[in-house]
């Protein structure tokens, strides 16, 4: 006789008898069992264990068999992860370009040579920092590395995902080139890791509101994919004039060290360096973190420095006596590692980072054929998104045309192609990993809605992460009939119900603006609101409740205002709207990831997508506790 059931823990266990079986009706009597197989995660293990006729006590037993064999399922992960995927077929997207859209494209191409021109003015501009008098006094005088070159001791190469490069720029109180801080994913010992690096040549280094709110970014995303997060200390402290915008609120200064107290305790590993001075707030940091290195002489932490101290006590004192890395390192115990210099602090921290719990998978050699299919480039060159990324929502080419050049072979498997046209649906892979896209390709209407919700909670049912390719209408559709109110309600309804299945969505999302971002639209196609993982503009991109243009939809109708008196207010709204629509502004002010070059997206995704799955990688992660206290 043989029966099958499920543990709690998942394991599938057959039973047959040893003996023939004989039903009893004394509970205490045991017939012996062989159990012929313990399966979970692919691994099967034998034993036998004596079970008892009571069901209950039949369960009991081998959930303890369940539990032996935890030990050889995590030392045997590595077999899961040798597992191939799903073979797919998946159609190829014929779609080069025509003679007769070739006026569209070439003023596409213009107008994304012109942002391409402003994209690099606005790189270099960061790349100088705080300016070359800056950069000397940091360098000669301090003898400190520039941020750059210490990002280039830390990670394994230069290839990393640097995110808000544009951050700071155009602000009310001034230029402040990348918030005054570099945040990104780079690879440390091949693990993916998010890093906090402060600038000391932009202002000395000092925190402005834009500064902190680029760092709680990046903690949000070290947060959301599970990554350490490794902070270069060289701070000096807020910037007091703008205190109020800086210190109390709650998504202001404090909330920095509150993430890290609660990605530590989440097994989010937390490690500083100090190499520069930590004043005020910036001393928390390394404190807090769950490992520090510090450099000597460089590196400084204190509360108030020695100018405070003579003002306070008239003591004078020197920054090395006060808080220097001798200090914490024998005395006080704030720091862990101590390094004569940077080049020593960095190679401390990537021996950290090898410590981590992390088991990444072997690079093994893979069949030609499983290797061709990962490295499949599209069929067509990503140079011709130059062309296809929309100067205005008019000069739309057909979505169909973005996806080809972006998917592996250009193959695309497309869901509901006959229904809610308007907005594209279907399966695709990246660098081998599978995705949901989801692009607009025109107005979202009701059908295309419905759609949407219902492909989008389909990846949810399967894990698959999601892409928007987002390109809204410039304005909301007008109400100007009976009939037209009764479609719109429709649409508001069917809208209603996709934002509900992107916001409820649990897989991981990413989001690229490659034409306009308008209206509730932007909400349902996973806006910044709806939390992507990750969130990406074109150059080309325009972020706004309303296109540029199209303003009177914003303005009340007023019968007694003069035709040339309401032209005059349009033609200033437009005028804002054209300024503060651009993906240089929105940049500026935090409300993207980055702006990214069209030709640089399929690399950019295949980095975001590797990057959220290294959490799978993490042996442990179900214990929580509290955060690592210091002595």
């Not at 192609?417 to 599978?434: C, E, Q, S, V």
């Not at 300024?579 to 990214?596: C, H, K, N």
């Not at 030709?599 to 042996?619: F, G, H, N, P, S």
């Amino acid at each position: 006789m043989q029966f099958t059931f499920r543990t709690a823990g998942g394991a599938r266990v057959l039973h047959s008898s040893q003996t023939e079986y004989k039903q009893n009706t004394d509970e205490e009597e045991l017939s012996y069992f062989r159990v012929a197989s313990i399966e979970k995660n692919g691994i099967k293990w034998k034993n036998w264990i004596p079970i008892c006729v009571s069901y209950a006590v039949c369960i009991l037993c081998c959930r303890l068999a369940e539990q032996r064999l935890q030990c050889s399922i995590r030392c045997m992960s590595s077999a899961a992860r040798k597992r191939k995927a799903l073979r797919s077929a998946f159609p190829v997207l014929e779609q080069p370009l025509k003679p007769i859209l070739r006026h569209v494209y070439e003023a596409n191409l213009r107008n994304s040579n012109a942002c391409h021109k402003k994209y690099m003015e606005l790189s270099d501009k960061v790349r100088k920092g705080g300016g070359e008098n800056a950069i000397a006094r940091h360098t000669q005088r301090n003898k400190k590395l520039l941020v750059r070159d210490r990002l280039r001791l830390l990670l394994d190469d230069e290839d990393f995902l640097e995110l808000s490069r544009f951050a700071g720029l155009g602000l009310p109180y001034g230029d402040i080139p990348s918030a005054g801080c570099l945040t990104g994913i780079g690879r440390i010992n091949g693990l993916w890791c998010v890093f906090i690096a402060n600038d000391a040549t932009v202002k000395g280094g000092t925190a402005y509101p834009i500064t902190v709110k680029k760092q709680l970014r990046a903690q949000e995303i070290a947060i959301q994919n599970r990554l350490p997060c490794v902070y270069l200390v060289d701070s000096g402290g807020a910037f007091l004039p703008l205190q109020s915008e800086i210190f109390p609120d709650k998504n202001q200064g404090g909330r920095t060290f509150y993430n890290e107290a609660i990605m530590s305790a989440l097994k989010i590993p937390q490690v500083a360096v100090v190499c520069g001075s930590c004043t005020a707030g910036g001393a928390y940091i390394p404190t807090m973190a769950e490992e520090t290195v510090m450099v000597h002489r460089i590196g400084t932490i204190f509360l108030g420095g020695p100018p405070l101290v003579k003002a306070a006590t008239g003591e004078e004192v020197t920054p090395e006596n006060l808080g220097g890395a001798r200090l914490h390192a024998e005395v006080s115990g704030c720091v862990d590692h101590f390094a004569w210099e940077e080049k020593e602090a960095y190679d401390h921290t990537r021996n950290i980072i090898s410590t981590l719990n992390f088991q990444l998978p072997e690079e093994e050699e893979e069949d030609e054929e499983v290797t061709k299919r990962k490295n499949e480039e599209p069929l067509y060159s990503s140079e011709e998104l130059l062309g296809l990324a929309p100067r205005s929502y008019n000069y739309t080419l057909d979505v169909k045309m973005v996806v080809s050049r972006l998917t592996d072979g250009s193959r695309f498997q497309e869901f509901k192609a006959r229904f809610g046209t308007t907005l594209l649906t279907g399966f695709g892979k990246i660098h081998g990993n599978l995705v949901g896209i989801v692009a607009n390709n025109g107005e979202l209407s009701y059908e295309a809605a419905l759609k949407g919700s219902h492909f989008v909670q389909l990846c949810d049912q399967r894990d698959v992460p999601l892409l928007f390719l987002q390109n809204t209408a410039p304005t909301a559709a007008l109400t100007l009939s009976t009939t037209q109110a009764e479609k719109n309600t429709n649409r508001l309804k069917a809208q209603g119900s996709m934002m509900s299945a992107v916001a409820c969505a649990s897989v991981p999302k990413i989001t690229v603006v490659i034409g306009g971002c308008h209206g509730a639209d932007s909400y349902a196609m996973c806006g910044r609101a709806f939390d992507p993982n990750f969130l990406f503009l074109w150059p080309n991109a325009r972020v706004s409740m309303t296109a540029p243009g199209h303003s009177g939809s914003l303005l009340p109708p007023d019968a007694e205002q003069q035709e040339e008196e309401q032209k005059k207010q349009e033609d200033k709204l437009n005028k804002r709207l054209e300024e503060e629509s651009s993906a240089f502004f929105s940049s500026g002010r935090l409300w993207d990831d980055g702006v990214i070059l069209p030709q640089d997206t399929r690399k950019v995704l295949a980095d975001c997508l590797d990057i959220i799955k290294q959490q799978q990688y993490q042996l442990s992660t179900e214990k929580l506790q509290s955060a690592l206290l210091r002595m």
